[in-house]
């Protein structure tokens, strides 16, 4: 397995991805995937930073996406809010949360990341690998820090981002989620 930049031609497999590592819902429900891939994926292969996990054959299997600032990340990618604001209600509280919170941290954490992987490929470094390489490329953009969401169900994600070196940073959801965070200039 290698980590490469992703490229545009890889698109319809990283969002394979998504949808994969995603809720059930979002693998049954068109719509969910819609607001999943909208949310989560698309906007950062069009405006963020991303590199995929591949295999010997060159399929990616895996991928970590950023938006490096939180302020030119919301101007960016207003197409993408607007198309999940027409997907209703439930969808547009669930970006105006987390709009709001992204906007409460961004001085301290302007960057914020997703990272997914098919699971026949974790372990075995993926995952480091993948966030080593995001984390250099973000240090070396002079990003001031990052931060991002995850289920306190997923216990080995928790375990894997505090084993990285992340430090949890609130607890949402009355308890159901975490957020985790790095500074990453001194």
């Keep these: 397995m290698e980590v490469k930049p992703y490229t545009p031609e890889h698109a319809d497999e990283l969002r394979r991805v998504c949808i994969a590592s995603a809720s059930e819902r979002a693998r049954t429900d068109k719509t969910h995937a819609a607001f999943t891939l909208a949310m989560y994926c698309d906007p950062y292969l069009e405006h963020g930073v991303a590199y995929m996990l591949t295999d010997d054959a060159g399929e990616a299997h895996g991928y970590v996406l950023a938006c490096k600032d939180w302020d030119r990340w919301s101007a960016d990618t207003t197409a993408y809010r607007q198309k999940i604001e027409a997907l209703g209600p439930e969808y547009q509280a669930r970006y105006a949360d987390e709009a709001t919170f992204y906007n409460s941290v961004k001085d301290s954490f302007p960057a914020h990341l997703h990272i997914d992987i098919e699971e026949p490929y974790t372990g075995g470094g993926n995952g480091r690998r993948l966030m080593e390489t995001l984390l250099a490329r973000l ?41 985790f965070c790095m500074h990453l200039q001194d």
């Design 139 to 179: 240090r070396s953009d002079g990003v001031r820090g990052v931060v991002f969401g995850v289920a306190a169900s997923n216990k080995r994600a928790v375990g894997f981002y505090r084993h990285m070196g992340f430090k949890q940073l609130s607890e949402y959801g009355d308890g159901d989620g975490y957020t």
